[in-house]
């Protein structure tokens, strides 16, 4: 059955939250908690770098509460946590995107950029 591109979309968003939920699952952090942490070690502003997300503030919260974060700076803690994550996210990242090459990776982005351009512009 061929699928229009909302029904795809929200599908492979609901399937990505679950598969990076069990992913997290050990390390006890939400998918929104790992990406503000990565944000802040990216040297980010996790509120710029997630302003698409809901439970942005929640997570940044939480990881200050939890002594990882200090601001857009992670603490020892927050460094040694990411870093024994980091391999489980990249795991999942290479399981998504199994079978996809690189060129249509990217032409994927490309267009699902044109489109969000498209209907902002609308």
């Given at each position: ?12 968003h609901t399937l990505l939250e679950e598969t990076m939920g ?30 698409a997300f809901d439970g942005t503030g929640d997570a940044v ?62």
């Amino acid at each position: 059955m061929n699928r229009r591109v909302g029904y795809l979309l929200k599908h492979v968003h609901t399937l990505l939250e679950e598969t990076m939920g069990r992913a997290l699952h050990d390390h006890k952090l939400s998918r929104r908690e790992w990406q503000a942490l990565n944000a802040v070690s990216e040297g980010d502003d996790p509120y710029e770098a997630l302003d698409a997300f809901d439970g942005t503030g929640d997570a940044v919260r939480e990881l200050t509460v939890r002594g990882w974060i200090n601001g857009t700076t992670l603490t020892e803690e927050g460094k040694a946590v990411h870093a024994a994550v980091i391999g489980r996210v990249e795991d999942y990242r290479r399981l998504a995107t199994q079978g996809v090459s690189t060129e249509d990776f990217q032409t994927t982005l490309t267009v699902l950029n044109q489109m969000a351009a498209n209907l902002e512009a609308a």
